[in-house]
């Protein structure tokens, strides 16, 4: 793996001779288009049907996210995050607390810790319902939009009985949870994931053996290990690739060391397999939480954190396994009151970068497939 | 295919069970001590004398935070040497030119400009270092050497992250690394489109985020928030100002 890092087959000028001696066709995808999950635009160079090569143009939802922290205090950036991956607020919010209380050398109390795992999770859970749901449409398969829209409301509902927001929901605080858990919140959690287990077979059933599915998904889009290495793709894209990695695991954060899951994987890499490996996910952030819920310790919220930040000056990168991959935090605090620097190292971003390389020698109809499955939000891409 | 497919995920689970294996090469937990202080204040003081030109933030003044941070909370740690095979291995060829830091448990390595690309072709080659997960810069407008380029690598078969950052000038060019690491592609053309430094020989050195044509680099701290190129909202977009 060490002696060579040129991509296995990004370095041929065209991949494969054409089939008919037609004209290279250069056409237009997005910015506004349905299957492009936002305003993402593909400029495509095709042989008839097949992609020689494609080029994302990004920035239509480009808001200055970065700049925006320099300019606001710690807690004022907070509520920002949530805008970038907005199908994951709860994970964008879990990354960036976490980084501010490494630079403030506080620690989050152990309830908070496991009241943000479950809050993570099912953050997770939705997220690739989401997914799942809008993929699935993509590709012509209309019901599991209907049917995991129905069980994403269950999430939302609890989110918003929670903190008050559904989507963008601002959840955690610098140094743990503003609120306190509602009455009821343990039973209502596992109330649904009682409700919710037997869903994920729901959603299984409708497409695994789907002849439909299976043949618009099976060996569309293969991506080697070693290419997601070389491109930094991480998250299930990684792990359908048939690598065992998962930075729950390999680098703990929050508490994730006190609960025992597996990390699934696949061996081809291909659309389905990455199918595979978020539907397994589902199941095991369903066992996260089963524990989490039963583990629930009494205590404080929250650490104590001043009313003032300011963090002492330092530069600190933290990331955590979001549902789409590693998304990183790098700050750099001057002992001001505001962040210096802060910089986001989105998953989408970075795993679209992966979309040319995946397409090459595919189909059309396929880049809609790939551009599901590499599951990224634009918010994210841009920021 | 799947031979390639295998080979690395033998890799992986080796640091899997032992997650507490963060850094491992930290020689045993080193407390925040007085020991690292002669090679860590002159970088703190620069960074400290910045906090006072944020154009924004009229409340922090420029109080020294030094004396009134220390005595209350004795924990507060400032970067110290990090020590490691690898750093010994660095040191031995490249002497002065890194200095090897230690900040909150995460190591990260100051290089000198020139000794860049040889630095991060033997990461990754001889250090597996084979994942570039970040490339970033941070702006420090007051200082002669006025950006921090910062990469973020990650080894997949030793389970360690670090950092290496080298300071270059205004309008100085860094070599790019896809040659070295595929992903750095977009990661380099967004440090260019924000700050404006430019990568030689990558592929494709052009804007990412903004549109083409845009004037200005948006990160730089001398760029301020609410500042656009009206000249060119104003031709393409067709109205006075975005504002």
Known sequence: MTDSNTLSHLDLETPEKPFLDANELVINMGPQHPATHGVLRVILRLDGEKVLGLECVIGYLHRGVEKIGEHRTYTMFNPYVDRMDYVAAVSNGLGYCETVEKLLHVEAPPRAQYVRVILTELNRLASHQLWLGTHALDIGAITPLFYTFRDREEILKIYEKYCGARLTTHAFRIGGLQYETYNGFEREVKNFLSFFRPKIDEYEELLTTNRIWVERTKNVGIISAKDCIALGVTGPVLRASGVKWDLRKAQPYANYKNFDFDIPTCQNGDTYDRYLVRMAEMRQSVRIIEQAVEGLPEGPVMAKVPKVMKPPAGEIYHSIEAPKGELGYFIVSDGSTQPYRVRVRPPSFVNLQALDLMCRGQLVADVIAVIGTLDIVLGEVDR | ?243
């Open chain 2, 1 to 243: 295919m799947s031979e390639e497919a295998k080979s690395p995920s033998s890799q992986p689970p080796e640091g899997e069970p032992k997650p507490t294996a963060d850094k491992p090469s930290v020689p045993g937990g080193v407390k925040a001590t007085t020991s690292g202080s002669v090679q860590s204040e002159p970088k703190a003081s620069a960074e400290k004398s910045v906090s006072a030109e944020k154009p924004a933030s009229p409340a922090p003044a420029p109080v020294p935070p030094k004396p009134a941070a220390a005595p209350p909370k004795a924990a507060v740690p400032t970067p110290i040497p990090w020590d490691s095979p690898m750093i010994a291995k660095f040191k031995s060829t490249y002497g002065s030119g890194i200095e090897p830091l230690t900040y909150a448990g995460q190591n990260y390595m100051v290089v000198d400009r020139l000794m860049i690309p040889d630095i991060l072709q033997i990461l990754r080659n001889e250090e597996q270092f084979d994942y570039c997960v970040d490339i970033t810069a941070v702006h420090y407008p007051k200082r002669e050497k006025q950006f921090d380029v910062v990469w973020v690598l990650y080894s997949y078969s030793r389970n360690e992250r670090i950092r290496v950052k080298t300071q270059i000038l205004d309008g100085e060019s860094i070599p790019s690394s896809v040659p070295i690491w595929a992903a750095a592609n977009w990661l380099e053309r967004e440090v260019f489109d924000m700050f404006g430094i430019k990568f030689d020989g990558h592929p494709d050195m052009k804007r990412i985020l903004l549109p083409e044509g845009w004037k200005g680099y948006p990160l730089r701290k001398d760029y301020g928030i609410l500042q656009q190129d009206n000249e060119w909202v104003q031709i393409n977009l067709g109205i006075e100002s975005g504002q």
